[in-house]
């Protein structure tokens, strides 16, 4: 099998490419290394065709999806803050870029699209824990845009064939996590400031949770998606399935570290969502998914790996 995956530079999309390749498939990374990063292809060891192209480029994009059986279109502007302070860039790259990915699949025979969608899609929703059958209540543009992605997923499948799942991500972590970013995830944030001696900010009174998945879980439900039959069109959340408080994080992660991680607090943040807690019993049920890596193993698998690097 051939496949492409955008934003394969990136966090999740590189942990994407060395499964594929592990697998013995042929894989063309497709990213505009704005957030991607070179270092992050080392560990593929040059065994993967690299292009350097945006989304937003539709011929471009066409021209190397061409003879792709599978897309795994990753590539996104992934920060809530900025898709509210740049909505129309944010909106470009990831409304127009997922149709591009959905155009050029449609154009070159593309077999399957597997997109990353997100846990923002249902915003403020009040039900816990969140299940697919929920109407999505996005409060941010992200979570409009991914929301609108799965929509056009949807209807792609339907009216032209194009084989579509959504894999609706919660907060996921792990090695290559860009920890400098301002906009990156909150388990890098933390282990940055915890690495450095400094205090994390945590905006409000820490006790908001998330579900947090390690990045290996996440790779496993991409493959799944990609390879089980029968199940265009749907829609997964994909996430451990366990609430843990910001509050909580910082106590294991000064644990397991052996070394105190200071918080302080600000007011909450716009944007932000509260609660969020998945229910997977569809993903068990249909993907065959299940979470192998828990949060505290993860947790010592992402000390472990900022140690050496």
Known sequence: MKALVTGGAGFIGSHIAARLLAEGHEVVVYDNFTTGREANLAPLGGAAEVVHADVRDAPRLEWHMAGCEVVFHQAAIVSVPYSIEQPQESHDVNIQGTLNVLQAARRVGTRRVVFASSAAVYGEEPGQPKHEGLVPSPISPYGLEKLAGEHYLAVWARLFGVETVALRYFN????????????????????????????????????????FVSVANVVEANWRAATVPHISGRVYNIACGR???????????????????????????????????????????????????????????LLAYEERG
């Open 243 to 301: 609430k843990t408080s910001l509050n909580e994080l910082a106590a294991t992660l000064s644990r397991l570290a052996g070394r105190p991680l200071a918080v302080e607090h600000g007011p909450p943040r716009a944007g932000d969502i509260r609660e969020s807690l998945a229910d997977i019993r569809r993903a068990r049920a249909e993907l065959g998914y299940e979470p192998q890596v828990g949060v505290e193993e993860g947790l010592r698998a």
């Open 172 to 211: 996921v972590f792990g090695p290559r996590q860009d920890r400098r970013s301002p906009y990156s995830g909150v388990i890098s944030i933390f282990v940055d400031r915890l690495r450095r001696g400094v205090p994390v900010t945590v905006f409000g009174d820490g006790e908001q949770y998330r579900d």
